[in-house]
Protein backbone atom coordinates (compact mmCIF):
# COMPACT_ATOMS: atom_id res chain seq x y z
CA UNK A 1 0.00 0.00 0.00
CA UNK A 2 1.21 3.60 -0.64
CA UNK A 3 0.36 6.45 1.96
CA UNK A 4 -2.52 7.73 0.09
CA UNK A 5 -4.58 3.93 0.23
CA UNK A 6 -3.37 3.18 3.74
CA UNK A 7 -4.96 6.96 4.77
CA UNK A 8 -8.15 6.15 2.86
CA UNK A 9 -8.14 2.15 3.62
CA UNK A 10 -8.29 3.24 7.24
CA UNK A 11 -10.87 6.11 6.94
CA UNK A 12 -13.26 3.56 5.15
CA UNK A 13 -13.05 0.84 7.41
CA UNK A 14 -10.97 -2.00 5.02
CA UNK A 15 -8.05 -3.33 5.83
CA UNK A 16 -4.96 -2.24 6.07
CA UNK A 17 -1.34 -3.22 5.95
CA UNK A 18 -0.39 -1.34 8.72
CA UNK A 19 -2.02 1.38 10.68
CA UNK A 20 -1.03 5.10 9.03
CA UNK A 21 0.58 7.47 11.41
CA UNK A 22 1.29 11.00 11.48
CA UNK A 23 3.08 13.84 13.86
CA UNK A 24 2.31 17.08 14.43
CA UNK A 25 4.37 20.33 15.35
CA UNK A 26 3.92 23.74 15.94
CA UNK A 27 7.15 25.05 14.57
CA UNK A 28 6.43 28.75 15.46
CA UNK A 29 6.48 30.00 11.81
CA UNK A 30 3.73 32.72 11.99
CA UNK A 31 6.21 35.24 10.63
CA UNK A 32 7.03 33.64 7.87
CA UNK A 33 6.80 33.53 4.12
CA UNK A 34 4.82 30.76 2.93
CA UNK A 35 8.09 28.94 0.82
CA UNK A 36 9.42 28.53 4.40
CA UNK A 37 6.20 27.38 6.06
CA UNK A 38 5.86 24.84 3.36
CA UNK A 39 9.74 23.54 3.38
CA UNK A 40 9.63 23.09 7.01
CA UNK A 41 6.31 21.21 6.78
CA UNK A 42 7.81 18.85 3.68
CA UNK A 43 11.43 18.14 5.51
CA UNK A 44 9.65 17.46 8.62
CA UNK A 45 7.15 15.18 6.83
CA UNK A 46 10.06 13.68 4.44
CA UNK A 47 12.14 13.08 8.22
CA UNK A 48 9.57 11.30 9.99
CA UNK A 49 8.09 9.13 6.56
CA UNK A 50 4.53 10.46 7.86
CA UNK A 51 1.36 8.41 6.16
CA UNK A 52 -0.30 11.92 6.32
CA UNK A 53 0.98 15.49 6.69
CA UNK A 54 -1.16 17.76 9.28
CA UNK A 55 -0.40 21.45 8.30
CA UNK A 56 -0.33 23.83 10.42
CA UNK A 57 -1.79 27.38 10.59
CA UNK A 58 0.13 29.50 13.20
CA UNK A 59 -0.63 32.80 11.74
CA UNK A 60 -3.31 34.73 13.37
CA UNK A 61 -6.93 35.64 12.44
CA UNK A 62 -6.47 39.08 12.00
CA UNK A 63 -8.52 41.91 14.31
CA UNK A 64 -10.56 44.77 13.14
CA UNK A 65 -8.38 47.50 12.13
CA UNK A 66 -6.86 49.43 14.69
CA UNK A 67 -7.65 47.13 17.53
CA UNK A 68 -5.49 45.49 20.00
CA UNK A 69 -8.05 43.63 22.26
CA UNK A 70 -11.15 42.85 22.11
CA UNK A 71 -13.54 43.49 25.83
CA UNK A 72 -16.95 44.78 25.05
CA UNK A 73 -19.80 44.49 22.87
CA UNK A 74 -18.95 47.23 20.64
CA UNK A 75 -15.57 45.67 20.12
CA UNK A 76 -17.30 42.24 18.99
CA UNK A 77 -19.47 44.43 16.68
CA UNK A 78 -16.17 46.14 14.46
CA UNK A 79 -15.71 41.69 13.70
CA UNK A 80 -16.73 42.25 9.68
CA UNK A 81 -16.07 39.35 6.90
CA UNK A 82 -12.89 39.34 5.40
CA UNK A 83 -11.61 37.47 2.33
CA UNK A 84 -9.25 34.99 3.50
CA UNK A 85 -6.53 35.48 0.62
CA UNK A 86 -5.85 39.05 1.28
CA UNK A 87 -5.98 38.36 4.91
CA UNK A 88 -2.63 36.94 7.30
CA UNK A 89 -4.20 33.89 6.58
CA UNK A 90 -3.71 34.26 2.59
CA UNK A 91 0.15 33.29 3.40
CA UNK A 92 -1.15 29.80 4.97
CA UNK A 93 -2.96 29.58 1.56
CA UNK A 94 0.00 30.22 -0.10
CA UNK A 95 1.58 27.09 1.98
CA UNK A 96 -1.54 25.03 1.01
CA UNK A 97 -1.01 25.68 -2.60
CA UNK A 98 3.27 24.66 -2.39
CA UNK A 99 2.28 21.42 -0.55
CA UNK A 100 -0.33 20.40 -2.54
CA UNK A 101 2.00 20.70 -5.54
CA UNK A 102 5.12 18.82 -3.39
CA UNK A 103 2.70 16.07 -2.46
CA UNK A 104 1.17 15.62 -5.25
CA UNK A 105 0.23 11.86 -6.19
CA UNK A 106 2.37 11.12 -2.73
CA UNK A 107 0.35 11.45 0.27
CA UNK A 108 -2.62 13.34 1.44
CA UNK A 109 -2.85 16.38 3.57
CA UNK A 110 -4.87 18.38 6.13
CA UNK A 111 -4.91 21.97 6.65
CA UNK A 112 -5.62 23.17 10.08
CA UNK A 113 -8.68 25.29 11.35
CA UNK A 114 -10.23 25.73 14.45
CA UNK A 115 -13.53 26.42 15.10
CA UNK A 116 -15.29 30.03 16.00
CA UNK A 117 -15.47 29.25 19.55
CA UNK A 118 -11.93 28.67 19.93
CA UNK A 119 -10.86 31.18 17.60
CA UNK A 120 -13.00 34.15 19.22
CA UNK A 121 -11.95 32.73 22.96
CA UNK A 122 -7.85 32.18 22.60
CA UNK A 123 -7.53 34.67 19.68
CA UNK A 124 -9.85 37.52 20.28
CA UNK A 125 -11.40 37.76 23.31
CA UNK A 126 -8.94 35.91 25.87
CA UNK A 127 -9.45 36.95 29.57
CA UNK A 128 -12.47 38.73 28.45
CA UNK A 129 -14.93 35.85 27.21
CA UNK A 130 -16.24 35.15 31.12
CA UNK A 131 -17.46 38.17 31.20
CA UNK A 132 -18.76 38.35 27.63
CA UNK A 133 -20.81 35.04 27.54
CA UNK A 134 -22.46 36.43 31.33
CA UNK A 135 -23.35 40.21 30.15
CA UNK A 136 -23.26 40.32 26.22
CA UNK A 137 -24.41 36.53 24.75
CA UNK A 138 -26.30 38.08 22.18
CA UNK A 139 -23.25 40.21 20.44
CA UNK A 140 -20.90 36.92 21.18
CA UNK A 141 -23.05 34.92 19.04
CA UNK A 142 -23.48 37.26 16.58
CA UNK A 143 -19.81 37.86 16.73
CA UNK A 144 -19.50 33.96 16.76
CA UNK A 145 -21.29 33.84 13.48
CA UNK A 146 -19.32 36.30 11.65
CA UNK A 147 -16.11 34.49 12.62
CA UNK A 148 -17.53 31.09 11.90
CA UNK A 149 -18.59 32.28 8.57
CA UNK A 150 -14.94 33.87 7.52
CA UNK A 151 -13.63 30.44 8.43
CA UNK A 152 -15.90 28.60 6.34
CA UNK A 153 -14.45 30.97 3.76
CA UNK A 154 -11.06 30.12 4.81
CA UNK A 155 -11.46 26.27 4.56
CA UNK A 156 -13.46 26.31 1.42
CA UNK A 157 -10.39 28.30 -0.29
CA UNK A 158 -7.63 25.48 1.50
CA UNK A 159 -9.72 22.81 0.03
CA UNK A 160 -9.74 24.26 -3.32
CA UNK A 161 -5.85 24.70 -3.24
CA UNK A 162 -4.87 21.24 -2.65
CA UNK A 163 -5.69 20.04 1.42
CA UNK A 164 -7.78 16.88 1.56
CA UNK A 165 -9.84 18.38 4.88
CA UNK A 166 -9.63 20.85 6.52
CA UNK A 167 -8.66 19.96 10.15
CA UNK A 168 -9.78 21.35 13.25
CA UNK A 169 -11.10 21.28 17.67
CA UNK A 170 -14.31 20.74 18.20
CA UNK A 171 -16.24 22.07 21.09
CA UNK A 172 -18.87 20.42 23.41
CA UNK A 173 -22.05 22.66 22.72
CA UNK A 174 -22.34 23.03 26.64
CA UNK A 175 -19.50 25.29 26.62
CA UNK A 176 -21.01 28.13 24.08
CA UNK A 177 -23.42 30.18 24.30
CA UNK A 178 -27.11 29.54 23.06
CA UNK A 179 -27.26 27.99 19.50
CA UNK A 180 -23.56 26.91 18.77
CA UNK A 181 -21.85 27.89 15.53
CA UNK A 182 -20.33 25.41 13.04
CA UNK A 183 -17.33 24.18 13.37
CA UNK A 184 -14.84 22.65 10.79
CA UNK A 185 -13.26 19.34 11.26
CA UNK A 186 -11.33 16.84 10.55
CA UNK A 187 -12.35 13.23 10.05
CA UNK A 188 -9.64 11.26 11.83
CA UNK A 189 -9.37 10.87 15.10
CA UNK A 190 -6.02 11.49 17.71
CA UNK A 191 -5.08 8.97 19.99
CA UNK A 192 -2.59 11.01 22.05
CA UNK A 193 -1.81 14.97 22.12
CA UNK A 194 0.37 17.31 24.20
CA UNK A 195 0.27 21.18 23.93
CA UNK A 196 2.69 21.32 21.39
CA UNK A 197 2.88 18.07 19.43
CA UNK A 198 0.18 14.97 18.86
CA UNK A 199 1.33 11.88 17.70
CA UNK A 200 -2.17 10.45 15.92
CA UNK A 201 -3.25 6.95 14.44
CA UNK A 202 -5.83 6.90 12.12
CA UNK A 203 -8.97 5.17 13.10
CA UNK A 204 -11.57 3.64 11.09
CA UNK A 205 -14.55 6.24 10.69
CA UNK A 206 -16.66 7.54 8.63
CA UNK A 207 -14.76 10.30 6.66
CA UNK A 208 -18.17 13.14 5.34
CA UNK A 209 -15.06 15.38 3.65
CA UNK A 210 -13.39 14.79 0.10
CA UNK A 211 -10.22 13.01 1.53
Not at 132 to 152: G, S, T
Not at 163 to 169: D, N, P
Not at 170 to 182: E, G, K, L, Q, V
Request: contains cysteine; positive net charge.
Amino acid sequence: MDKIERVRAALAGRPVDRAPFTVWYHFGNQHAPAERTAQVHLEFFDHYDLDLLKLMNDYDYPMPAGMEVIASAADLGKLAPFDPVTSPFGIQLQTVELVARALRDRALFVDTVFNAWNTVKRNLVREAMPALMAEQPKALEAALAVVNDNLIRYAQASLARGAAASCGRSTSRSSRPSRAAASVTCCTRTASTSTSTGWWTILPTRCPGPI
